[in-house]
């Protein structure tokens, strides 16, 4: 079973950037596509990002396009969240999932096996 972990997360001022990271370790991570969700309190988990297992395709929420980049590593197992332009509305917690093998895309959680933990991030107005 493939183990995800997410790094990156912290307090940013509205108008800054983080970076998220998420490792995969323990299974295959190449021919998975891979997606970034996250949950505000309160609210459910809801899609971010995703990136097909070859990385030549992406899918942003609505919310997010243009703001926000995800792109993948496969030398080093590792997906990244590049996130721009940060509101307040962006604060939640993290999580790094894969999808389904040689999927090209990633939008609900249903087609996710695997999650990290999540990390927190919490932008400040």
């Known amino acids: 079973q493939v183990q995800l972990v997410e790094s990156g997360g912290g307090l940013v001022q509205a108008g800054g950037s983080l970076r998220l990271s998420c490792a995969a370790s323990?299974?295959?991570?190449?021919?998975?596509?891979m997606g970034w969700f996250r949950q505000a309190s309160g609210k459910e988990r809801e899609f971010v990002a995703s990136?097909?297992?070859?990385?030549?395709?992406?899918y942003f929420a609505e919310s997010v396009k243009g703001r926000f980049t995800i792109s993948r590593d496969n030398r080093k197992n590792t997906v990244y969240l590049q996130m721009n332009s940060l509101k307040p509305e962006d604060t939640a917690v993290y999580y790094c999932?894969?999808?389904?093998?040689?999927?090209?895309?990633?939008?609900?959680?249903?087609?996710?096996?695997?999650w990290g933990q999540g990390t927190q991030v919490t932008v400040s107005s």
């Open positions: 323990g299974g295959t991570f190449s021919s998975y596509a």
């Open positions: 999932a894969r999808g389904g093998r040689y999927y090209s895309a990633i939008t609900e959680e249903q087609m996710c096996d695997s």
């Open positions: 990136i097909s297992w070859s990385g030549g395709k992406t």
